[in-house]
């Protein structure tokens, strides 16, 4: 991990906010459930979700440009389905944004 990057591993749970060690962050996660990754441009907050579940702030002020959405897999069978907006979220994020 480096300089503006920041990810959430469903092997351990672990956080990893631009350094290569990670801190306990939250629950492991695997086929069938559902990941999200927000942005509180007002709090300045990236946070992520497990099948709905606000996991909490996963980093503050890390972000003032542009942002680059990515996954990352461990074995050539794995497949992921973004949802950028043009379905409803499992996370309630209306609710969220009030």
């Known amino acids: 991990w480096e300089r503006d990057t920041i990810g959430y591993h ?3 749970g672990y956080l990893y906010c631009e350094r ?3 801190i306990k962050f939250g629950p492991l996660y695997t086929t069938d459930e559902t990941v999200g990754c927000g942005i509180n441009y007002y709090d300045k907050e990236i946070f992520f979700t497990k099948n709905g579940i606000n ?3 996963a980093c503050k002020n890390k972000f003032d440009g542009e942002m680059i959405p990515m996954c990352g897999m461990e074995s050539s069978n794995e497949s992921v389905i973004a949802n950028f907006g043009e379905k409803p ?3 309630d994020i209306e609710n969220y944004a009030k």
């Open 89 to 91: 979220f499992v996370f």
């Open 10 to 12: 469903g092997d351990d």
């Open 55 to 57: 996991l909490g702030t």
């Open 20 to 22: 290569g060690t990670g």
